[in-house]
């Protein structure tokens, strides 16, 4: 009995230090929260509604204009960063103010979606009284919706008139347009110019974020052979192309497939006597006959990594095994730089620990760091060279990138009180 009592009193306890240690603006700033859920899923259900696929550039403008008008009623300043008509994107939306207080934060977020117009999917739609569907309700106009939610609560109460704050939502993250040197030059430099970028990816539930994410990269493999009777082969012939890039395939696996947050996936493999592929369009034909010892193969594949020591180790093993080639074969392997990664740093494990800090004060529990090899590459990435790093805060759900994606909207307030207290304590 007396066991139990202290139990009770050390929960009773435990609660009533986490509530004081939120302050009377912040208890208000929840109030605020919940009472402005109603016109936060209204704005969510309209940009869900208006397909932003990558290549839908007319989506991608209007999902922009739509957030563009919410920023601008919160006295923000918003540009449209243009692309030029060669890289067949949309641009990016910025949205900016300056003041002398606090950090100097950097809100990342992306206006397009993997959807499409010509591909299956679905409008915003309830489908219990916690879950809604649509395309890119999680991935990622939740997360964009709840950035603007945040600030106009702020804004409402008058606490972000001294702040730094700059909103970037690219018109691309799904599918970078290259080169990166015009899709991402303002965007890393804008970052440069700040001290915490926050970004609002898909968050795995309330108590996992990332401060760190993989980086990813392409590679080939490309061989050629001996053309010849198909009688020949291991013999005078040679192994042919085929039997090379298979061998060079495998001896990938074999031997870098145990490091630890290292991959690499073949995705196109063909071989034959005329092959043809587009990198581009990942895509590729070959013309063969049985008893032709094929004399060309080409592998495209992914890389992903964790540091860029671990790219730059990983590259020159995958060398090393390309160079031994089978007789009558020679093989030669490239490599793509794509999206760096975002490692593991001590300033982004300083943050976790203040988001730790609100999350327990609101009664949410504790929040860890996440898996890097669970996530990704994503435009944070970019800039984590330049400023600490915290990504994971967007809206929970599940299947993202498919038919059918799933928001979490009991969770949906939770997350929104979360950032809104982390931006503040930041801003102060």
Same mark, same amino acid.
């Given at each position: 009995?007396?066991?139990?009592?202290?139990?009770?009193?050390?929960?009773?306890?435990?609660?009533?230090?986490?509530?004081?240690?939120?302050?009377?603006t912040?208890?208000?700033?929840?109030?605020?929260?919940?009472?402005?859920?109603p016109?936060?899923?209204?704005?969510?259900?309209?940009?869900?509604?208006?397909?932003?696929?990558?290549?839908?550039?007319?989506?991608?403008?209007?999902?922009?204009?739509?957030?563009?008008?919410?920023?601008?009623?919160?006295?923000?300043?918003?540009?449209?960063?243009?692309?030029?008509?060669?890289?067949?994107?949309?641009?990016?939306?910025?949205? *900016?103010?300056?003041?002398?207080?606090?950090?100097?934060?950097?809100?990342?977020? *992306?206006?397009?979606?993997?959807?499409?117009?010509?591909?299956?999917?679905?409008?915003?739609?309830?489908?219990?009284?916690?879950?809604?569907?649509?395309?890119?309700v %999680?991935?990622?106009?939740?997360?964009?919706?709840?950035?603007?939610?945040?600030?106009?609560?702020?804004?409402?109460?008058?606490?972000?008139?001294?702040?730094?704050?700059t909103?970037?939502?690219?018109?691309?993250?799904? %599918?970078?347009?290259?080169?990166r040197?015009?899709?991402?030059?303002?965007?890393?430099?804008?970052?440069?110019? *700040?001290?915490?970028?926050?970004?609002?990816?898909?968050?795995?539930?309330?108590?996992?974020?990332?401060?760190?994410?993989?980086?990813?990269?392409?590679?080939?493999?490309?061989?050629?052979?001996?053309?010849a *009777?198909?009688?020949?082969?291991?013999?005078?012939?040679?192994?042919?192309?085929?039997?090379?890039?298979?061998?060079?395939?495998?001896?990938?696996?074999?031997?870098?497939?145990?490091?630890e947050?290292?991959?690499?996936?073949?995705?196109?493999?063909?071989?034959?006597?005329?092959?043809?592929?587009?990198?581009?369009?990942?895509?590729?034909?070959?013309?063969?006959?049985?008893?032709?010892?094929?004399?060309?193969?080409?592998?495209?594949?992914?890389?992903?990594?964790?540091?860029?020591?671990?790219?730059?180790?990983?590259?020159?093993?995958m060398?090393?095994?390309?160079?031994?080639?089978?007789?009558?074969?020679?093989?030669?392997?490239?490599?793509?730089?794509?999206?760096?990664?975002?490692?593991?740093?001590a300033?982004n494990?300083?943050?976790?620990?203040?988001?730790?800090?609100?999350?327990?004060?609101?009664?949410?529990?504790?929040?860890?760091?996440?898996?890097?090899?669970?996530?990704?590459?994503?435009?944070?990435?970019?800039?984590?060279?330049?400023?600490?790093?915290?990504?994971?805060?967007?809206?929970?759900?599940?299947?993202?990138?498919?038919?059918?994606?799933?928001?979490?909207?009991?969770?949906?307030?939770?997350?929104?009180?979360?950032?809104?207290?982390?931006?503040?304590?930041?801003?102060?």
């Amino acid at each position: 009995m007396k066991k139990q009592l202290y139990t009770v009193i050390f929960l009773i306890i435990a609660y009533t230090g986490n509530t004081q240690t939120l302050s009377k603006t912040e208890q208000q700033l929840l109030k605020s929260i919940d009472a402005s859920m109603p016109a936060t899923i209204a704005l969510l259900k309209e940009s869900v509604n208006t397909n932003s696929g990558t290549f839908n550039k007319e989506g991608v403008q209007k999902v922009g204009a739509l957030y563009a008008k919410e920023l601008t009623a919160l006295g923000f300043t918003v540009e449209w960063i243009p692309m030029p008509d060669s890289v067949k994107r949309a641009g990016h939306l910025v949205a *900016h103010r300056i003041g002398k207080k606090g950090k100097k934060l950097f809100l990342i977020g *992306h206006l397009d979606t993997v959807f499409e117009p010509d591909m299956p999917a679905n409008l915003f739609t309830m489908v219990t009284d916690s879950t809604a569907t649509g395309q890119g309700v %999680n991935d990622m106009k939740g997360g964009d919706v709840l950035v603007i939610a945040a600030l106009k609560v702020l804004q409402n109460k008058g606490l972000l008139n001294d702040a730094t704050i700059t909103v970037y939502f690219t018109g691309d993250e799904e %599918n970078a347009a290259e080169p990166r040197v015009i899709s991402r030059g303002d965007f890393i430099e804008r970052a440069k110019q *700040h001290d915490i970028a926050l970004a609002f990816e898909g968050a795995v539930g309330l108590n996992t974020v990332a401060i760190a994410r993989r980086g990813a990269s392409e590679w080939r493999v490309e061989v050629e052979a001996k053309q010849a *009777h198909s009688s020949g082969i291991f013999g005078a012939a040679g192994y042919g192309a085929v039997y090379e890039a298979a061998r060079i395939i495998n001896e990938f696996r074999e031997q870098l497939s145990k490091e630890e947050y290292l991959t690499f996936n073949p995705a196109l493999f063909i071989g034959g006597s005329d092959v043809q592929y587009d990198v581009a369009g990942q895509k590729g034909t070959t013309v063969a006959k049985t008893n032709i010892v094929s004399p060309k193969a080409v592998v495209i594949g992914d890389l992903r990594f964790l540091t860029e020591e671990q790219k730059e180790k990983a590259r020159e093993n995958m060398r090393q095994i390309v160079a031994k080639n089978l007789p009558e074969t020679r093989a030669t392997i490239s490599f793509m730089d794509g999206i760096p990664s975002m490692p593991p740093t001590a300033g982004n494990e300083a943050l976790v620990k203040q988001l730790n800090g609100i999350s327990v004060a609101l009664n949410y529990g504790p929040v860890n760091a996440g898996n890097p090899g669970a996530r990704g590459a994503g435009d944070i990435s970019y800039v984590a060279n330049y400023l600490d790093c915290l990504d994971g805060l967007g809206a929970s759900g599940k299947g993202a990138h498919a038919p059918g994606e799933i928001i979490n909207l009991y969770e949906y307030p939770k997350l929104i009180k979360r950032t809104t207290l982390l931006i503040y304590r930041l801003t102060r």
